[in-house]
């Protein structure tokens, strides 16, 4: 029972790394995907200057534009402060039930000592993380990003 109790966890984590990875890379790729095609579409639809200078000065024009300007906030202040503190949550708990596991039972010495230092480093990034949205949040507040309504999205399907 000696190095299987950090290889075991490491290896798991470094599958759903992998695999998440994966999926994030396919996600993003299939979202550019559809966006190139429905702005080459759009712009086909365009025969000349006049008809693209018409199309952004009417009303489905101004819809077209603050839908792009919205995907560019797509992550809001709120959105990453909540993950920061989920995450950071997270790995403090985490270094926590390893400070636990490491008192509630005899290790080798190796071992033991290996725990404790993946202990404290998950507890320490944890503990960051947490410090972190909070000077996040605090100063989120001040800039009035986190007063501020929500963006509309609209229905680009009327382009």
């Not at 998440?20 to 365009?46: A, G, I, N, P």
């Not at 797509?74 to 400070?99: E, H, M, Y």
């Amino acid at each position: 029972m000696g190095s299987e109790v950090i290889i075991l966890p490491s290896l798991f984590f470094m599958v759903g790394f992998i695999v998440y990875t994966v999926v994030d890379v396919f996600r993003r790729r299939q979202q550019t995907k559809v966006y190139t095609e429905f702005h080459s579409k759009l712009l086909d639809r365009m025969g000349s200057a006049k008809d693209l200078a018409e199309f952004f000065t009417s009303e489905a024009g101004n819809r077209f534009l603050s839908a792009l300007a919205s995907a560019g906030d797509a992550v809001s202040p709120q959105v990453r402060i909540l993950r920061s503190l989920q995450t950071g949550l997270v790995l403090l708990a985490l270094g926590i039930g390893l400070f636990m596991l490491t008192a509630q039972r005899q290790f080798m010495p190796d071992a033991a000592d290996g725990l404790m230092v993946t202990a404290t480093a998950a507890a320490a990034i944890g503990a960051a993380l947490l410090v972190s949205t909070a000077i996040s949040y605090v100063l989120s507040k001040r800039m009035g990003l986190i007063d501020r309504p929500p963006l509309k999205r609209h229905d680009t399907s009327t382009v």
